[in-house]
């Protein structure tokens, strides 16, 4: 197929009615081009895009080889059902949908999954407890249920009516029925459309191909350049310490860690290891932190690395506030002055301090605070940049400039980060950061875990603090399943032990993601090299379509006129890697039910069958969350330690096989600090589990490959379904 292949559709615009009602003339006809711009990527421009997008913040840039490799497709909508139309300064879309179609996306929501329905205001904010488009990564991207994406690439507040509005000229209008007598009167009349506003006079929008949601998903990631790939420490234990600590006691907690027998890769600094915070100085406290390099050392000679919280709000008394007072906005924020990070001048003072004064001196990574906010804690719509863009544009992006320059200041060292922060947007995919917030409702954190995957971000369910030991537990097994396995105990100061009659369990836990460390960091690299979400919603995986179920209203009619059906969905379980699926207990719960999409599944730890295609009724016990494993799945673990492989060492492996099924997996290895698997230093080896000539299930990995890194040890293989399979 040619991967340039130009199509053309006509963007009808509809006639234009000035605001005082006076007819003006109808804008002429529009043709608009769909450019194939790379394989199953289409891109349109209506009207004139603005010159900053979310794509140009984020330096965005597509994985080419990985696209190439995708299967072809052609335009997945019907190309004369989009529309665009210009009026009042702004752009107009329409996007078709049809009757049973599904659609999810539009940003990291945490009370539901299904977006028809919806309306919504895509808005960089603090999460304020609705699903309304306000929230820390509202990525302008939705998926269909019918395989296919769409991409608004622009830095500004959209307005989306996902299939909540009907127009005079739908295709396949409702048809209005009577209240008074017609017992199938709605109060949601079908609308065949998604619907955006745009508040500029033209954008850029993309279309992604399929053929299922996972390849459009897929395609939308590749095309931002590849999920993020984290260094193999990354994805070891991390705990956040009490915000006053010092060196001291910051020492003393990793020993006390060493000699519990947890593990622990990286430590988290909160605001007291600044001089002074919000605003801040950027640099040490000197009463807490006399000798920051010698702390840096000694925390790496005990195999601990450290993060740094930072917001970026830049305090009077920095050493660097006068160099950059010049190139920073109209507003403050925390008293501290706003870097405008499209300038250089701006980026340059600022990246350097962080660079001589803690990166230079083997610091890895940022927390990168408050870059979201509710209004009252950012700069508000009013505010100017001395790049003059926008307030508005630059809320859209503050999150995704502060991921760029950071990861660009690490990927300058040849030297890999993971961090977190709390504000991101399209675009942002390759970052390696993880958004984190304040709220802290379990449930809905498993929910933002299932939407993150139509996101184009990472999100973790971090652990403070916990009412009961139960909650700790529960907290902390969900933890062990996610892409960032943290206590944040920046204010309570708890520990994973902190509950004694669990200790044992959460110890067991975080020893358990340890041991899954080769299966994470295979699962990363397919984020990075396909563009599959490690942690994704049920909604992508095949076989699984459960749609919303409508559940009628128990009020009356009293309380609530427009009574209408209820939508219960899945948001409580989720895919983890190629072969895993999780379905974590909440507190309070002893038993709870699983939906298993089709084909047999086994129980992750004893490799017994559980069932195919069906709703379950699980009751793990507190010791376990509950996690099951696809037909055939391979599962490669190491055994348990405290910090992630060095560069270079050689690990044991012991690889699992489950069901009846044979099975295959791509091992993936490289040296595991570097970005030299960007110049082609890395390798997936091929694990394969058959039954040989007398009927015993027999495991193999291919050879390595040579000259590239290689860190497996003895292998051994493990049959867990043998003589269990039905
Ligand atoms: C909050 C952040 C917390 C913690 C705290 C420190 O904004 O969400 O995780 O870092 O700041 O002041």
């Given at each position: 197929m040619n991967r340039f292949l130009i199509s053309t559709i006509i963007l009808l615009c509809a006639g234009w009615l000035g605001l005082s009602g006076q007819n003006k003339p109808p804008l002429p006809v529009e043709q608009a081009v769909w450019t194939e711009v790379q394989p199953g990527v289409w891109r349109a421009r209506v009207g004139q895009p603005e010159a900053y997008d979310l794509l140009k913040a984020a330096g965005a840039a597509p994985k080419e080889d990985a696209l190439e490799k995708?299967?072809?497709?052609?335009?997945p909508l019907p190309m004369d059902g989009i529309k665009a139309t210009r009026t009042d300064g702004k752009t107009y879309l329409r996007f078709p949908l049809e009757e049973k179609e599904q659609i999810y996306g539009f940003g990291l929501n945490f009370k539901t999954v299904h977006r028809r329905g919806s309306i919504l205001r895509l808005h960089v904010d603090h999460y304020g407890e609705e699903d309304n488009g306000r929230t820390h990564a509202p990525t302008p991207f939705y998926v269909s249920s019918n395989g296919y994406g769409v991409f608004i690439n622009a830095a500004r507040y959209l307005d989306v009516y996902a299939g909540t509005a009907v127009r005079k000229d739908s295709k396949h209008p409702p048809v209005a029925t009577d209240r008074n007598t017609d017992p199938a009167w709605s109060?949601?009349?079908?609308?065949?459309?998604v619907e955006i506003r745009v508040p500029a006079e033209g954008v850029e929008i993309y279309v992604f191909g399929g053929p299922t949601p996972l390849d459009a998903v897929r395609r939308f990631n590749l095309f931002n350049g590849g999920g993020c790939l984290p260094p193999r420490w990354g994805l070891g234990f991390t705990q956040r310490v009490h915000r006053l600590y010092t060196a001291e006691e910051v020492k003393e907690e990793a020993d006390e860690f060493a000699s519990r027998g947890f593990p622990l890769d990286y430590i988290g600094l909160e605001p007291g290891w600044q001089s002074k915070s919000y605003p801040g100085t950027f640099e040490w406290d000197k009463t807490r932190f006399p000798d920051p390099e010698d702390f840096v050392m000694d925390m790496m000679e005990r195999g601990v690395r450290l993060n740094l919280w930072i917001n970026p709000y830049v305090a009077a008394d920095a050493s660097f506030a006068r160099d950059i007072e010049p190139y920073t906005a109209s507003h403050t924020v925390w008293v501290g002055?706003?870097?405008d990070f499209t300038l250089p001048a701006a980026r340059d003072p600022f990246f350097n301090q962080l660079e001589k004064d803690q990166v230079a001196i083997g610091v890895s990574g940022y927390k990168i605070d408050e870059v979201d906010g509710f209004d009252q804690w950012l700069?508000?719509?009013?505010?100017?940049?001395?790049?003059?863009l926008s307030g508005e544009q630059m809320r859209q992006t503050y999150g995704l400039l502060t991921q760029r320059y950071t990861t660009e200041m690490f990927e300058a060292r040849n030297q890999r980060t993971y961090g977190l922060v709390r504000a991101s947007n399209g675009g942002g995919v390759r970052f390696p950061y993880v958004i984190y917030n304040d709220n802290y409702n379990h449930r809905e954190f498993i929910t933002a875990l299932i939407n993150s995957s139509f996101a184009g971000v990472l999100w973790t369910p971090e652990a403070r603090a916990s009412k009961t030991?139960?909650?700790w537990l529960r907290r902390m097994q969900t933890v062990v399943f996610s892409p960032m396995a943290m206590i944040n105990a920046w204010a309570s100061g708890t520990k994973p032990w902190s509950f004694p009659e669990v200790a044992g369990q959460v110890k067991e836990m975080a020893l358990l993601r340890m041991r899954m460390m080769p299966y994470?960091?295979?699962?990363?690299?397919?984020?990075?090299f396909e563009g599959t979400p490690p942690f994704r919603a049920m909604n992508l995986e095949p076989g699984f379509d459960v749609g919303p179920e409508q559940v009628t209203d128990t009020l009356g009619l009293e309380e609530n006129p427009y009574a209408e059906a209820i939508t219960r969905e899945v948001k409580d379980q989720y895919m983890a890697g190629e072969y895993l699926l999780v379905a974590p207990m909440f507190e309070g719960e002893t038993s709870r039910k699983v939906i298993l999409p089709e084909g047999k599944w086994f129980d992750f730890y004893t490799g017994d069958y559980v069932g195919e295609g069906e709703v379950i009724s699980v009751t793990p016990g507190l010791d376990r969350i509950p996690v099951f494993v696809k037909d055939g799945g391979i599962i490669p673990l190491m055994p348990p330690r405290l910090h992630a492989p060095a560069k270079g060492e050689k690990v044991d492996l012991e690889i699992r096989h489950y069901g009846g099924k044979p099975g295959s997996y791509r091992l993936y290895d490289d040296d595991g600090v570097s970005y030299n698997y960007q110049r082609g230093d890395y390798s997936f080896r091929e694990i394969r589990f058959e039954k040989d000539a007398n009927g015993e299930w027999k495991g193999s990995l291919s050879a390595p490959e040579p000259g590239k890194p290689n860190s497996v040890g003895k292998v051994t293989f493990r049959s867990m379904s043998d003589r269990k399979s039905p």
């Amino acid at each position: 197929m040619n991967r340039f292949l130009i199509s053309t559709i006509i963007l009808l615009c509809a006639g234009w009615l000035g605001l005082s009602g006076q007819n003006k003339p109808p804008l002429p006809v529009e043709q608009a081009v769909w450019t194939e711009v790379q394989p199953g990527v289409w891109r349109a421009r209506v009207g004139q895009p603005e010159a900053y997008d979310l794509l140009k913040a984020a330096g965005a840039a597509p994985k080419e080889d990985a696209l190439e490799k995708m299967p072809s497709t052609s335009f997945p909508l019907p190309m004369d059902g989009i529309k665009a139309t210009r009026t009042d300064g702004k752009t107009y879309l329409r996007f078709p949908l049809e009757e049973k179609e599904q659609i999810y996306g539009f940003g990291l929501n945490f009370k539901t999954v299904h977006r028809r329905g919806s309306i919504l205001r895509l808005h960089v904010d603090h999460y304020g407890e609705e699903d309304n488009g306000r929230t820390h990564a509202p990525t302008p991207f939705y998926v269909s249920s019918n395989g296919y994406g769409v991409f608004i690439n622009a830095a500004r507040y959209l307005d989306v009516y996902a299939g909540t509005a009907v127009r005079k000229d739908s295709k396949h209008p409702p048809v209005a029925t009577d209240r008074n007598t017609d017992p199938a009167w709605s109060a949601q009349p079908y609308s065949d459309a998604v619907e955006i506003r745009v508040p500029a006079e033209g954008v850029e929008i993309y279309v992604f191909g399929g053929p299922t949601p996972l390849d459009a998903v897929r395609r939308f990631n590749l095309f931002n350049g590849g999920g993020c790939l984290p260094p193999r420490w990354g994805l070891g234990f991390t705990q956040r310490v009490h915000r006053l600590y010092t060196a001291e006691e910051v020492k003393e907690e990793a020993d006390e860690f060493a000699s519990r027998g947890f593990p622990l890769d990286y430590i988290g600094l909160e605001p007291g290891w600044q001089s002074k915070s919000y605003p801040g100085t950027f640099e040490w406290d000197k009463t807490r932190f006399p000798d920051p390099e010698d702390f840096v050392m000694d925390m790496m000679e005990r195999g601990v690395r450290l993060n740094l919280w930072i917001n970026p709000y830049v305090a009077a008394d920095a050493s660097f506030a006068r160099d950059i007072e010049p190139y920073t906005a109209s507003h403050t924020v925390w008293v501290g002055m706003v870097p405008d990070f499209t300038l250089p001048a701006a980026r340059d003072p600022f990246f350097n301090q962080l660079e001589k004064d803690q990166v230079a001196i083997g610091v890895s990574g940022y927390k990168i605070d408050e870059v979201d906010g509710f209004d009252q804690w950012l700069w508000p719509d009013v505010a100017t940049f001395p790049s003059g863009l926008s307030g508005e544009q630059m809320r859209q992006t503050y999150g995704l400039l502060t991921q760029r320059y950071t990861t660009e200041m690490f990927e300058a060292r040849n030297q890999r980060t993971y961090g977190l922060v709390r504000a991101s947007n399209g675009g942002g995919v390759r970052f390696p950061y993880v958004i984190y917030n304040d709220n802290y409702n379990h449930r809905e954190f498993i929910t933002a875990l299932i939407n993150s995957s139509f996101a184009g971000v990472l999100w973790t369910p971090e652990a403070r603090a916990s009412k009961t030991g139960e909650e700790w537990l529960r907290r902390m097994q969900t933890v062990v399943f996610s892409p960032m396995a943290m206590i944040n105990a920046w204010a309570s100061g708890t520990k994973p032990w902190s509950f004694p009659e669990v200790a044992g369990q959460v110890k067991e836990m975080a020893l358990l993601r340890m041991r899954m460390m080769p299966y994470w960091y295979s699962e990363f690299a397919k984020y990075h090299f396909e563009g599959t979400p490690p942690f994704r919603a049920m909604n992508l995986e095949p076989g699984f379509d459960v749609g919303p179920e409508q559940v009628t209203d128990t009020l009356g009619l009293e309380e609530n006129p427009y009574a209408e059906a209820i939508t219960r969905e899945v948001k409580d379980q989720y895919m983890a890697g190629e072969y895993l699926l999780v379905a974590p207990m909440f507190e309070g719960e002893t038993s709870r039910k699983v939906i298993l999409p089709e084909g047999k599944w086994f129980d992750f730890y004893t490799g017994d069958y559980v069932g195919e295609g069906e709703v379950i009724s699980v009751t793990p016990g507190l010791d376990r969350i509950p996690v099951f494993v696809k037909d055939g799945g391979i599962i490669p673990l190491m055994p348990p330690r405290l910090h992630a492989p060095a560069k270079g060492e050689k690990v044991d492996l012991e690889i699992r096989h489950y069901g009846g099924k044979p099975g295959s997996y791509r091992l993936y290895d490289d040296d595991g600090v570097s970005y030299n698997y960007q110049r082609g230093d890395y390798s997936f080896r091929e694990i394969r589990f058959e039954k040989d000539a007398n009927g015993e299930w027999k495991g193999s990995l291919s050879a390595p490959e040579p000259g590239k890194p290689n860190s497996v040890g003895k292998v051994t293989f493990r049959s867990m379904s043998d003589r269990k399979s039905p």
